[in-house]
C-alpha cells in the first residue's frame, strides 16, 4: 500500500474517531440534562394546611373559606425564599400567633365568636390530588386550623411548597375534596425531619438511555466500523 494511502486513511480514520468522540459527549450532556433530578412530593418535604369548619351549616361553611383566605396571604408572605421544610416549619411556628390572631379576626369578622385552635403537628390524610399532583394517603406535617367544635367540612391544601397560591384560590377550590374532619385518633404528635426525595424525570423503570443514544447514531456507527473492518453490533444489550 502506497505511503499517500496509508496517510489518507490514518487521516481520515482519525478524523472520523474525533467526530465520534463530539457525538458521545453530545449524547453524554443530553443524558445528563434528561437525567437531571426533581423533588419529589412526600410526607417528609412538605406542610399541609387544614381548615376544620365548626359545622356543616352553610354559614359556618362560609367563615371556614373567610379563614381560608385570612391565612393564604400570610403564608405567601411568611414562607417567601424557604428553601426546605424545616426552615418553613421554623418560619410557621415563629408566625404562630400571627396565623392565629387573622384567623381568629376573620370569624369575628363574619359574626360569629367561635374561637380557632391552631394545632401544629402529624395528621392523617386520606389521598388527595391538587392539579396533576397527588399525594397518597398517610401522615402529613400539617397546621391545622379548627374553628369552634371543628364538626364541620374541611378545606386542604399545600403551605409548602405552595400548592394552593392566593391568586389562585378559585381553582383550588375546584379540586379540593371536602369530606367530615378526621377524629383525635388520627393524630400524631411525633416530630420527625426528613430528608428530600429524589426522583428522576425521565429514566425511572426499564429505560436504558445508553442503548437509545446508540441507536439513535446506529446509522453513522455501522459504515464507519465496516470501513474500519470491525465488526460487531453497536448495541448495548
Known amino acids: 500500500m502506497a505511503y499517500k494511502e496509508i496517510r489518507d486513511r490514518i487521516l481520515t480514520s482519525t478524523a472520523i474517531l474525533v467526530a465520534m468522540l463530539i457525538i458521545g459527549l453530545l449524547g453524554t450532556s443530553v443524558i445528563a440534562r434528561d437525567n437531571s433530578v426533581e423533588p419529589a412530593y412526600t ?10 369548619a365548626n359545622s356543616d351549616l352553610a354559614s359556618d361553611q362560609a367563615v371556614k373559606l373567610q379563614v381560608r383566605d385570612a391565612i393564604l396571604p400570610i403564608a405567601e408572605e411568611v414562607f417567601a425564599g424557604a428553601t426546605s421544610r424545616d426552615e418553613a416549619l421554623h418560619r410557621l411556628i415563629h408566625n404562630r400567633e400571627r396565623f392565629l390572631a387573622s384567623a381568629q379576626a376573620a370569624v369575628l369578622a363574619a359574626g360569629k365568636d367561635h374561637p380557632v385552635r391552631l394545632e401544629i403537628g402529624d395528621f392523617l390524610f386520606p389521598t388527595k390530588a391538587y392539579g396533576e399532583v397527588t399525594l397518597p394517603e398517610g401522615k402529613y406535617r400539617a397546621a391545622r386550623f ?5 364538626k364541620g ?10 400548592l394552593c397560591l392566593w391568586e389562585n384560590v378559585s381553582a383550588a377550590d375546584r379540586i ?3 369530606s367530615p374532619a378526621p377524629t383525635n385518633n388520627d393524630e400524631s404528635n411525633t416530630w420527625f425531619a426528613g430528608a428530600v426525595e429524589i426522583r428522576f424525570k425521565y429514566f425511572d423503570g426499564n429505560d436504558e438511555p445508553l442503548d437509545r443514544y446508540a441507536k439513535r447514531w446506529e446509522w453513522l456507527l455501522k459504515p464507519t466500523m465496516a470501513w474500519l473492518g ?7 444489550n
Not at 146 to 150: F, K, L, R, S
Not at 153 to 162: A, E
Open 176 to 178: 379540593s375534596v371536602e
Open 153 to 162: 367540612q374541611n378545606w386542604w391544601c399545600v403551605l409548602f411548597p405552595p
Open 146 to 150: 379548627v374553628i369552634g367544635e371543628g
Open 43 to 52: 410526607s417528609d418535604n412538605l406542610i399541609r394546611l387544614h381548615v376544620i
Open 230 to 236: 470491525i465488526t460487531g453490533t453497536t448495541s448495548t
